[in-house]
């Protein structure tokens, strides 16, 4: 018996029971039946508004609540009913306190973190409060967050580059049958890149009849990648910034690279840049280590996302933003945290929901997707949550990516 049969059933002998009290007293007293509320939850949204990241997290918010209100209207979650409160963090680590405690004062039972700088500024203050965040991505190594109040429902950036690096060398048709093949890479500073590359560097030192190490090039905030186009041209694979239209058109048009170049969601989230400067024959071939399935492919997850495009906006916006990339696919991070919010009121009941049931709940939570039982999870110390990725392809006449492997469990070691 689901939970839901359950319920129905429970509210059908409160029913009867109720009709036979007022039966009984129908000769001279009027009963008067009080309706149950639902007890709210309410999201705390650290998002920013007004920042350099505004334009993207306006569609992760977006996410948010088409998926927030999926839950309501389906009742997912009985007896509680979800609603969201925001504050403009800026995308600026200095207001995240602030945020926080205003969120918290205002009446956030646990806090969304969709924007990365957020996550480590807050990281201590929610271990001392034991208050959970839960992160869209924390750019952070997986043993800076084990056993804290921070679940990150996005991937480690560590473990992303081992499974790319191996995928390739064990896969990919263009890599070299005679010789180590040369990678290298390049991208602004900020600690998810900084993770990444010091993994992939681990990655060829470890496997050097594999690869060789081209250079690796993490700059600050700059848009002119010409040195390094020169430095890296003639590797074999290479790891490219974002923005990427400068770089990808240079990269083949200028020096004539023909070099596969390799990303991650990171570089998915700028698609619709791809698109809009028509770089799709440019990005042809290049691969993606990626967590969730692309617009055009099947499964309950990526049906329930284009049901809500579907059902809560224009057809013209929808496809805006299937061709923008990963963005509106926050959504599926949006619904497993909602899942956890189920599973810590289903322990508990829904007027004893706090920040302790939710870390409970979270700390023994597994998700089943594309029919693998542990397509994410949590643990006692575990908080990263994906344990399996796929491979896409960039396929330029198609502009769209196309999966060419099968969902795989990250590699953990190099």
């Not at 059933?9 to 639902?38: H, K, M, P, R, Y």
């Not at 807050?122 to 109040?149: C, I, P, W």
């Not at 010409?226 to 400068?246: G, M, N, R, T, W």
């Not at 542990?374 to 198609?398: H, L, P, W």
């Amino acid at each position: 018996m689901n939970q839901r049969t359950k319920i129905v059933g429970i509210l059908f002998i409160i029913f009867l029971i109720s009709g036979a009290v007022v039966g009984c007293n129908a000769a001279g007293n009027e009963q008067t039946e009080a309706e149950v509320e639902d007890v709210i939850i309410t999201i705390g949204n650290l998002t920013d508004k007004t920042g350099v990241a505004a334009g993207p997290m306006s569609i992760i918010d977006t996410a948010l609540k088409d998926v927030v209100e999926y839950y309501n209207e389906e009742n997912l979650i009985p007896g509680v009913k979800l609603e969201i409160i925001e504050y403009d963090g800026q995308y600026d680590p200095s207001r995240s306190i602030p945020g926080y405690e205003s969120l918290v004062k205002r009446g956030a039972d646990f806090i969304w973190a969709p924007a990365p700088p957020s996550v480590p500024a807050l990281k201590e203050r929610v271990e001392e409060d034991k208050y959970v965040l839960f992160a869209a991505t924390a750019n952070m190594d997986t043993t800076e967050l084990e056993g804290g109040y921070v679940f990150s429902l996005g991937v480690s950036p560590r473990y992303e580059a081992y499974t790319l690096l191996e995928w390739i060398a064990e896969n990919h048709e263009d890599f070299p049958q005679d010789r180590p093949a040369v990678i290298g890479g390049v991208a602004w500073q900020d600690a998810y890149s900084d993770i990444w590359f010091d993994a992939a560097k681990e990655y060829v030192a470890a496997n050097p009849d594999k690869y060789t190490w081209g250079g690796d090039f993490l700059t600050g905030f700059k848009f002119d990648w010409s040195s390094e186009i020169e430095a890296l041209k003639d590797c074999d694979y290479v790891y490219f910034p974002v923005p990427p239209q400068l770089f990808v058109d240079d990269f083949r048009n200028v020096a004539g690279s023909d070099a596969t170049l390799i990303g991650t969601e990171v570089q998915c989230a700028f698609m619709g840049v791809i698109d809009h400067n028509d770089l799709w024959d440019e990005l042809d071939g290049s691969l993606f280590v990626r967590v969730t399935p692309w617009y055009h492919e099947k499964g309950p997850m990526i049906d329930l996302i284009n049901q809500l495009l579907a059902e809560k906006h224009s057809a013209n916006e929808a496809e805006m933003f299937r061709k923008d990339g990963v963005t509106y696919l926050s959504a599926k991070q949006a619904y497993l945290m909602l899942d956890i919010v189920r599973q810590a009121v289903e322990n508990v009941g829904p007027e004893n929901f706090d920040s302790q049931a939710l870390y409970d709940a979270a700390s023994s939570w597994s998700f089943e997707m594309e029919g693998i039982e542990d397509f994410c999870s949590f643990n006692e110390t575990k908080r990263m949550s994906q344990d399996y990725y796929a491979i896409y392809e960039a396929v330029g006449d198609a502009q769209t990516l196309n999966r060419i492997s099968g969902w795989m469990p990250q590699v953990t070691e190099p």
